[in-house]
């Protein structure tokens, strides 16, 4: 049997069940599950709209499917049932906004989403859709529009104008000149939106593949700087001291486009390795929701120079930004704790703009020696293909400017592509076997516990991986000419009683 097939039958299964425990109510389907139908997407959540008790309603509907409901929205009396398994991922529940359907859709977001049709009629429903004749639903469907059901659509709830545009990567539709007029007449109101309500849409955003051009009609209409103030101080910096034309912001635009064109091609940057690349950027269960680590690099390459204006600094008559990388984490990780970011959310995009020269600096050296090339994965560790990306992405933004060179450029890549295969050739390959272990070499060097244990736990294993050493005598002796520095650098005080290697 087709998933399609599997889908049909498991939405029917549902509503047939909902539909055994409505008596009593008026129950409608609405909004984007039914545009989905409709437009023949993959739908993920089913959308119901109750004119009564909507929470002792949606308290009897979680129990019947033993899920568990959470509040979404209290002040406007929206619940969500989330199934455990299946197509059908959430069941959301709202109360109808206004004493009819028929109010209820004339008060919604966008004519696309202004439908319903009633939970009974499931079997026929395209023949009883309901939506406002006057909304023009039918016609922006065809034509792939999104525009507001009224004048006062923003004004009712100002995270509409950020929905406009994950709406329109989402299901490729073009934003009309009328709502975009609307969001540029009203783009401050978006202050008056919970902060986490705005992460959701800005990452929903992110996560589209043409969100580069989403965010530039965002730009365009002043939307985007209202919503991180940061991109402001962005535009205000001097353009003088910027190769860009329209300086540091069309720098860090271009860098997020950049780095969307190699997420979107991975097989070709890099041939030999885009299967792993692709299986690392499709693990994103350790980040919150909406959060994947495709649309973290977006973020991070879009503010990976966030600090350059308040760091700019003349040095013999050339400007600097010395130290901008760790300011640039540092108010990126404030710029996200307001956004409400999980943690490892935060912990991602702080490390790759901490770390965002390094890979650069690296691979101006061409060829990459494997100690060199050691060092960097022990200190970037997974984050090792975004931080490879990042820096390309960043590379390719000068690819239209004068300064740029193509043949600095390939021999750039070349290096990334060599780190990368390297990078999985290690990870790939069977581990390693353990030569030593701590406990040795504080008996044999007569140590303490200590970072220093792991400090030189470090130097075997990647003495190891160079293939220099294969054994414990080797790894003692290495130990030992490395003993002294370590002592040095961790205050050890010398002594002489260090045990013979022998």
């Known amino acids: 049997m087709i998933k399609t097939e599997v889908a049909v039958i498991e939405i029917k299964n549902i509503i047939e069940k909902i539909n055994c425990l409505s008596e009593g109510f008026e129950v409608y389907v609405v909004g984007g599950f039914l545009r989905d139908l409709l437009l023949k997407r993959k739908y993920n959540d089913i959308d119901l709209a109750v004119n009564k008790n909507v929470l002792k309603y949606s308290k009897k509907i979680a129990e019947a499917f033993k899920s568990k409901l959470i509040t979404l929205d209290d002040a406007n009396e929206t619940y969500r049932v989330i199934l455990r398994d299946g197509i059908i991922a959430n069941i959301d529940i709202s109360l109808f906004n206004g004493d009819t359907i028929e109010q209820d859709l004339k008060r919604r977001d966008f004519t696309v989403n202004a439908i319903a049709f009633n939970l009974k009629d499931f079997k026929s429903f ?112 001097s353009k003088r001291y910027y190769y860009h034309q329209g300086g540091l912001f069309q720098h860090s635009f271009e860098t997020m486009e950049s780095a969307e064109n190699i997420l979107n091609d991975l097989k070709k940057y890099f041939p030999e390795n885009y299967i792993d690349l692709r299986k690392h950027f499709e693990n994103n269960g350790v980040f919150s929701q909406n959060v994947t680590r495709k649309a973290l690099l977006k973020f991070a390459a879009f503010f990976h120079d966030n600090a350059k204006p308040e760091t700019a600094k003349f040095v013999d008559g050339k400007m600097h930004f010395f130290g901008h990388e760790m300011l640039g984490a540092e108010k990126i990780e404030n710029i996200m704790l307001s956004l409400k970011f999980g943690r490892k959310d935060i912990e991602t995009a702080v490390f790759l703009i901490k ?40 590379w390719h933004s000068y690819k239209k400017l004068k300064v740029f060179s193509s043949k600095i450029l390939k021999s750039q890549e070349k290096s990334a592509r060599e780190l990368l295969k390297y990078y999985y050739e290690l990870k790939n390959a069977k581990p390693l076997s353990k030569i030593i272990d701590g406990n040795v070499i504080m008996e044999k060097f007569n140590l303490k516990p200590g970072p220093w244990i792991g400090e030189l736990l470090d130097l075997v294993f990647e003495s190891q991986q160079e293939g220099r050493i294969s054994n414990e005598p080797e790894a003692l002796k290495i130990i030992s000419l490395k003993l002294a520095s370590v002592k040095k650098k961790y205050k050890i005080q010398q002594t002489q009683d260090v045990r013979r290697l022998d």
């Open 126 to 237: 395209r023949r009883r859709i309901i939506f406002p004749a006057e909304n023009g639903t039918l016609r922006d469907l065809k034509s792939r529009t999104i525009n507001t059901v009224s004048v006062e659509s923003f004004e009712a709830d100002p995270l509409r104008m950020l929905r406009a545009f994950r709406f329109a990567g989402e299901l490729n539709f073009k934003i009309s000149q009328k709502t975009f007029k609307q969001i540029k007449h009203n783009a401050k109101l978006i202050h008056n939106i919970a902060s986490e309500r705005i992460k959701d849409e800005i990452f929903r955003v992110l996560s589209v593949k043409d969100a580069a051009s989403l965010i530039k009609e965002m730009d365009n209409c002043g939307l985007i700087s209202e919503v991180f103030y940061e991109i402001k101080a962005m535009k205000k910096a």
């Open 355 to 394: 770390h965002h020269m390094r890979a650069s600096t690296l691979t101006r050296n061409n060829p990459v020696t494997k100690k060199a090339a050691l060092k960097f994965f022990r200190d970037i560790g997974c984050n090792t293909p975004d931080a490879l990306i990042l820096s390309m992405s960043d």
